[in-house]
């Protein structure tokens, strides 16, 4: 039987590789769409979770899950040889920047090394990891082709980028619309294919492969861009003695031309703070330097710095110093109601924080403790005592669940509100700063 026939009875089977925040959903949604669906992670630990029917993340349902591994439609491995089993792969490995901001693509790489040993014909490759225009048919395709098979006759390769968004209650893997463009048609139509039996939303086909890619950049920047807008505009509005959130409250009352976005310590989460640079990156190769894009980054990696700057002047008027002052971080995940402490900017905050000699102490309902920089941080208990005793509070995530908002502002000294999470609280408002 043809793989495009496999494809559309749901007889081909799948392998997912990275079992990640966009991996394990889309193995989940595939195997619930009639899919025998292999995932595969070189995390042991995250290979045994699955095989049990343990959950570990927050946008998959747990009984689902669980129900899907004992009736053997979902199973995992690290073994790579097991791809020899599979006539679809999808690669979900992590794409980084390293510290210069240059992608690093060695997850890439090496997963498209090992497909390429125990590739067979008939088979369909997607990558679906965020990267730069190009990275389809200049890194995977040529690594691929290494097996003797040709695209578009003996296999299929196509980019259909991730798009997820942790914590959204409305739009989840399955009913948010699917970008896809492969090497060649038979390409697209393989992976069209695919994604139309999995998903309850629309799928869209592009030209090629570099088009679905830069779709996935352009998503990211408009937000980068616009974040990084009214991050400036809270910059400005603070100066002027102007509540921002006041003015985009009444600004999105326009029906046409504006689009609320919110300012905030700084951007986080593994897509927001990383992707933009992708295209910078590529950008340079012919000949052109994304200024907006870079001046962009630059303001919002300046915010965690200027959250800590306001927290000093308010100290200041408490007749605090900073050296010394004990400040709880008020929540440490990107993100909140979501437990995800990647780019997270309050680990940002801390950093700056602690350079000042302030003595850090942080409460988030979600996370017991992290490490960051070789040092380990210990949530502390939300108590009366606690918060009379710290000097301040700075909020720098909008956890809707887990955070007694008003018991904070009673008792804290002030509270720096960086998210405007307090905003329906009515008493104390003296005490409660904003961003």
Known sequence: MKLYEKIKNRSAKVCVMGLGYVGLPLAVEKAKAGYTVLGFDVQKKKVDMVNAGINYIGDVVDEELKDLVKKGKLSATNDFDRLTECD?????????????????????????????????????????????????????????????????????????????????????????????????????????????????????????????????????????????????????ASRMGINIWEVVEAAATKPFGFMPFYPGPGVGGHCIPIDPYYLTYKAREYNWHTRLIEMAGEINDYMPEYVVQRLQDILNEHGKPMKGSKILVLGVTYKGDVADLRESPALKVIENLEAKKAEVLFYDPLIESFEHLGKKYVRTDLTEDLLKMIDGVVITTAHKNGVDYQFVVDNAPFVYDTKNITQSIDRNRDKIILL
């Not at 014909?121 to 190009?134: A, F, N, Q």
């Not at 942790?166 to 139509?189: A, L, S």
């Open 88 to 236: 679809v792969v999808a690669i979900c490995v992590p794409t980084p920047i390293d510290v210069h901001k240059v992608p690093d693509l060695t997850f890439v790489r090496n997963t498209a090394e090992e497909i390429s040993k125990r590739m067979h014909k008939d088979m369909l490759v997607v990558l679906e990891s965020t990267t730069y225009p190009g990275t389809t048919e200049e890194i995977l395709l040529p690594i691929l082709e290494r097996s003797g098979l040709k695209v578009g006759k003996d296999f299929y390769l196509a980019f259909s980028p991730e798009r997820v968004d942790p914590g959204n209650k409305r739009f989840k893997t399955k009913n948010t619309p699917k970008v896809v463009g492969g090497v060649t048609k038979e390409c697209t139509k393989h992976a069209k294919a695919l994604y139309e039996n999995v998903l309850e939303a629309p799928v869209h086909t592009v030209s090629s492969p570099k088009a679905a890619e830069m779709t996935k950049i352009l998503e990211n920047t408009f937000r980068i861009v616009n974040i990084a807008l009214i991050n400036e505009m809270a910059i400005v």
